[in-house]
């Protein structure tokens, strides 16, 4: 069964960090795109970073570049979010996908196979 699991969402103040995992079954993770999405209230879907799981590409929104790092742990089949220098405006619902379908593009949300539960993530100032 495939799975997505999120963690290490919450609560933080302007300027902090936080760092957000995602643990993939090894049939969603080998040798594919995964990234993370955002959702925050009365706003779009928005692709925040992805990365090629084996080729270590990696694509970023500009909003979170210079800010947000990804990357993954082949190991533990984990895809991590590293997000620094943190904003209001940062404040969403964070989702895990995986799979990006052949000629899909990484800021699609529909063109991912697989996605998680999602992890909230409050920015206050």
């Known amino acids: 069964q495939v799975q997505l699991v999120e963690s290490g969402g919450g609560s933080v103040q302007a300027g902090g960090s936080l760092r957000l995992s995602c643990a993939a079954s090894r049939d969603t993770y080998t040798n594919t795109w995964m990234a993370w999405f955002r959702r925050a209230p009365g706003k779009e879907r928005e692709g925040v970073a992805a990365?090629?799981?084996?080729?270590?590409?990696?694509r970023y929104a500009d909003s979170v570049k210079g800010r947000f790092t990804i990357s993954r742990d082949n190991a533990e089949n984990t895809v991590y979010l590293q997000m620094n220098s943190l904003k209001p405006e940062d404040t969403a619902m964070y989702y895990c996908?995986?799979?990006?379908?052949?000629?899909?593009?990484?800021?699609?949300?529909?063109?991912?196979?697989?996605w998680g539960q999602g992890t909230q993530v409050t920015v206050s100032t």
């Open positions: 990365i090629q799981t084996y080729f270590i590409w990696t």
């Open positions: 996908v995986a799979n990006l379908r052949d000629e899909g593009h990484w800021f699609n949300w529909s063109d991912f196979a697989y």
